[in-house]
């Protein structure tokens, strides 16, 4: 007969790599996992908890499922600056001019990002 409870056994170690592999790597199965154990009736606390998160980082994600669906829990960082950067980068390229990054930032109203995220930009491409 089976026993009724089997319990894994790790070192330290390895339940710190699998943690830092939860919040990294895997992090898109951790976001459904969250999802699914929310459904299933845990608290947002409990989540946390057991995966190592902010009880706050649980309830966003699973209000982004409620709002976004399955594609919400997605992977990435929002993007940044507005969706029209990319046309503006490539209009003030137009006008001749010797552009700088400070200057180019200048002239797009001191966005809220960072130089070198306005220089990383492509002018006059914008992949989304």
């Keep these: 007969m089976r026993p009724a409870h089997v319990y894994a056994r790790i070192p330290a170690e390895q339940h710190t790599e699998l943690i830092s592999a939860l919040h990294g790597p895997w992090r898109t199965a951790t976001r459904m996992m969250i999802v699914v154990l929310s459904a299933v009736g845990w608290l947002a606390a409990e989540i946390a908890d057991l995966l190592h998160y902010d009880p706050a ?36 390229l137009q006008t001749p001019k010797a552009w700088t990054t400070a200057r180019l930032w200048r002239a797009f109203g001191r966005p809220k990002i960072s130089l070198t995220t306005s220089a990383n930009k492509p002018a006059g491409h914008d992949p989304d």
């Design 57 to 92: 980082t649980v309830r966003r994600w699973i209000a982004r499922h409620q709002t976004e669906g399955p594609t919400g829990p997605a992977a990435g960082l929002p993007r940044k600056g507005s969706p029209r950067l990319g046309e503006r980068i490539h209009r003030l």
